[in-house]
C-alpha cells in the first residue's frame, strides 16, 4: 500500500490526476483501452474538471470506458445522481459518446439494476476476469467506501459483482461494487481528504486487528493489485509518523 499525504488538496490532485494519466496510458497502450471506475461524493469533482480540461490532452479519451463504483438509487435527472456529477464535472466537457459510459440503470429497482449492470460490465470483459484498470474510490467519515456501509449486509458478500444493498442510516437503496469485486481491480486510489476523515483514515490504515463491520474499508486489499491513498495532511492528521 503507498501512502501519499500532501499539504493542499491542490497538490494532492495535481498528483492524482498525474497518477491516472500515466495509468491511463499504460492501459491503453497494453491493452487498447482504459477501463476507470469513478467514484461518487463531492471530493473527485475539482478532480474530474480537471481531468477534462487542464489535463484533457493527456489521455486519448476515444479509448477510455467508464463505470462507476456505487449509485444512489435516485433517477438519473436527480442532483444526486453519481452519474450525472461525473457527466457535468468532466464526460460532457469531455465529449464522451454514450456507448463508453456504463450508468447504473436505476430506472429498474435497485436489486435488478444491480443485476443488470453486473451483466453490462460482464459482456464489457466478454466474460474474462473483471479486473479494471483504475477504481478511484472515495471514503466517508464512518469509513465506508462506494456503498459498503457499516453494518449492511453487501460487507458479507463473497461475489464478484454488483449488488444492491440497504443502508439503514441512509433509509435508501444504493448500488455497489462488492469488496470482491473492487478487489480484483489492477489499482484502487483513495481520494481522501479533510478532517472529519482523520478518525477513518487511522482505523483503515492503522488497525492491527480489522473490524471491517465497523470500517468497511479495511476490505479493500486487492489480491495483485496496487493500493495508493492520496490524503491531504488534516485527513492523515492522526497517522502515527
Ligand atoms: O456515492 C457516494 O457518495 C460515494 O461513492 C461515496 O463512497 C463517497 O466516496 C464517500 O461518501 C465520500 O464522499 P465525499 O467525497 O463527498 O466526502
Request: charged residues 25%; hydrophobic residues 40%; aromatic residues 10%.
Amino acid at each position: 500500500m503507498n501512502l501519499l499525504i500532501y499539504k493542499t488538496q491542490e497538490e494532492l490532485q495535481e498528483d492524482l490526476v498525474d497518477y491516472i494519466v500515466a495509468i491511463a496510458n499504460k492501459a491503453i497502450e497494453e491493452q487498447g483501452c482504459f477501463n476507470f471506475v469513478l467514484t461518487g461524493g463531492n471530493s473527485p469533482k475539482a478532480l474530474y474538471h480537471s481531468l477534462a480540461t487542464s489535463y484533457k490532452d493527456k489521455i486519448d479519451w476515444t479509448k477510455v470506458y467508464f463505470f462507476f463504483g456505487d449509485e444512489r438509487n435516485v433517477m438519473p435527472t436527480h442532483e444526486s445522481y453519481n452519474g450525472l456529477m461525473a457527466k457535468t464535472a468532466m464526460l460532457d466537457l469531455l465529449e464522451i459518446p454514450e456507448n463508453q459510459i456504463f450508468y447504473v440503470d436505476t430506472t429498474l429497482a435497485p436489486e435488478k439494476a444491480a443485476i443488470e449492470y453486473t451483466k453490462a460490465i460482464n459482456a464489457h470483459f466478454k466474460g474474462a476476469d473483471l479486473s479494471f484498470d483504475l477504481i478511484l474510490l472515495g471514503m466517508g467519515d464512518d469509513a465506508h467506501t462506494a456503498s459498503l456501509f457499516p453494518g449492511t449486509t453487501i460487507l458479507n458478500s463473497k461475489e464478484v459483482e454488483v449488488d444492491s444493498v440497504f443502508v439503514e442510516k441512509l433509509s435508501t437503496y444504493r448500488i455497489s461494487f462488492t469488496a470482491p469485486l473492487i478487489n480484483k481491480a489492477k489499482n484502487i486510489a483513495f481520494l481522501v481528504f479533510g478532517e472529519n476523515k482523520a478518525d477513518a483514515v487511522k482505523h483503515v490504515i492503522e488497525d492491527k486487528k480489522k473490524n471491517t463491520k465497523l470500517y468497511p474499508t479495511q476490505l479493500i486489499d486487492p489480491i495483485d493489485g496496487s493500493v495508493t491513498w492520496f490524503l491531504d495532511d488534516a485527513a492523515a492528521a492522526l497517522l502515527d509518523n
